[in-house]
Every structure is written in C-alpha cells, then in structure tokens.
C-alpha cells in the first residue's frame, strides 16, 4: 500500500434504513451471536438494534457494510478450548 492511497477519501455507501435494520435483526435471530442492549444515553436503556441504528445515524461517515460485518465478527460466541 503506498502513501498516496492512504490521503484518498473514504468511500460511504448509503444503505437503506431498513436493510441495516433487517440485518441487525437477523443478528439478533442468529443464536450464535450475542447481542444484548445497551444505553444510548447513560440514562436510556436501548436494545442491540435501537443502540446500533443510532450509532449509524449519529456518524453519517460510517460506511455501514464494513461496520455491521465487523460488529458480526466482534459479537460472536466463540466456545471455549
């Protein structure tokens, strides 16, 4: 990777609300995942799919595709050796 790729501009995919939804929703379907609530607010209790659909409209330069693969591969249950 050479230094003039590095000061390119990242490209941001715009995806449907609704497709990242169904995605999340299949998240938290898939029993292998775990994918439990969380606080929007220190105050506001939110479900996995509430907390992550605000992170997403709260950072509008965050390319969901990457982010909702990475968020797969961060929550997955992994038994123990």
Do not use: C, Q, W
Not at 28 to 34: A, N, R
Not at 49 to 57: G, P, T
């Amino acid at each position: 990777m050479s230094f003039m790729s590095l000061n390119k501009p990242i490209k941001v995919v715009h995806i449907d609300a609704t497709r990242i939804r169904e995605e999340l929703e299949n998240m938290v379907k898939d029993g292998d995942l775990k994918t439990s609530g969380g606080f929007i607010n220190f105050d506001e209790p939110a479900t996995f799919i509430e907390k992550h659909m605000s992170y997403l409209a709260t950072h509008p330069k965050v390319n969901p595709e990457p982010y909702l693969a990475n968020l797969r591969t961060m929550i997955k249950i992994r038994p123990f050796k």
